[in-house]
């Protein structure tokens, strides 16, 4: 199935741990990104990697750090984690970096830091 | 930067014609405004997109008048499963060469029996 896959769906963890969190895409898109949803259900880009370089870096803790060592990958790893870390983290794809055709989106991750 | 506003909710009954419209005084004006559904524990899920007057796909309509300050998301005929919370996504002016799209807040649709 074409998709954009990230594992896991579920993460509980202690506040101070790292973790990651992976994205795969199979659509042979140039763009990939990185969202997170709060409680109020409200969507905010962290980033976008067009083609293996950083386009787009909001205004995020140097504590989330992605990783892409692909086109196809775009990994975020979390340093220090905080509860107010706690949301769902959507990873996506497009076409371009301007998200012409519409943006792919993950599943989710549930993340919930104790 | 671009503001975007949604009403909060809405409700609708089967077999309706729904409207939601997204307020958007200040985009950029070389991106596409593009429309998103979201079911709960799911991701959102692309439903049509457009950069002025009028466009149709096979599941809506989307309108944007020529000033660009506002677009209408048209769903014909509501059924149930349409029951889900619709978001607009438009470009920030500030946003750079590289661009910076935003989304609004979502509206909430329920679709009743």
């Known amino acids: 199935d074409t998709a954009v896959s990230q594992t896991p769906k579920y993460l509980v963890t202690q506040m101070g741990n790292d973790k990651s969190i992976k994205c795969e895409q199979n659509?042979?898109?140039?763009?990939m990104y990185w969202y997170k949803q709060d409680s109020k259900k409200f969507l905010k880009i962290m980033f976008s990697?067009?083609?293996?370089?950083?386009?787009i870096n909001e205004t995020v803790p140097n504590r989330f750090s992605p990783k892409s060592p692909d086109k196809a990958h775009l990994n975020l790893h979390i340093n220090s984690l905080e509860l107010g870390d706690s949301a769902v983290y959507f990873c996506?794809?497009?076409?371009?970096?301007?998200?012409?055709?519409?943006?792919?989106f993950g599943s989710g991750t549930r993340l919930t830091v104790v | 930067l671009a503001k975007t506003t949604q009403p909060i909710s809405m409700d609708s009954y089967e077999g309706q014609e729904v409207n939601i419209t997204c307020s958007h005084n200040?985009?950029?004006?070389?991106?596409?405004i593009t429309w998103y559904q979201q079911f709960p524990s799911q991701g959102p899920r692309f439903i049509i997109q457009?950069?002025?007057t009028k466009v149709t796909n096979e599941v809506a309509s989307l309108f944007i008048p020529a000033d660009r300050k506002s677009s209408t998301l048209s769903l014909p005929r509501v059924s149930l499963s349409d029951t889900a919370v619709y978001y607009c996504?438009?470009?920030?002016?500030?946003?750079?060469?590289?661009?910076?799209?935003?989304f609004g807040k979502g509206t909430k649709l329920s679709v009743k029996p």
């Open positions: 996506a794809s497009s076409q371009d970096y301007k998200g012409y055709g519409g943006y792919t």
């Open positions: 659509l042979g898109h140039d763009t």
């Open positions: 990697y067009n083609n293996k370089e950083l386009i």
């Open positions: 200040n985009i950029a004006t070389n991106d596409y």
């Open positions: 457009g950069y002025k």
């Open positions: 996504l438009v470009g920030d002016p500030d946003g750079g060469s590289q661009g910076n799209l935003i």
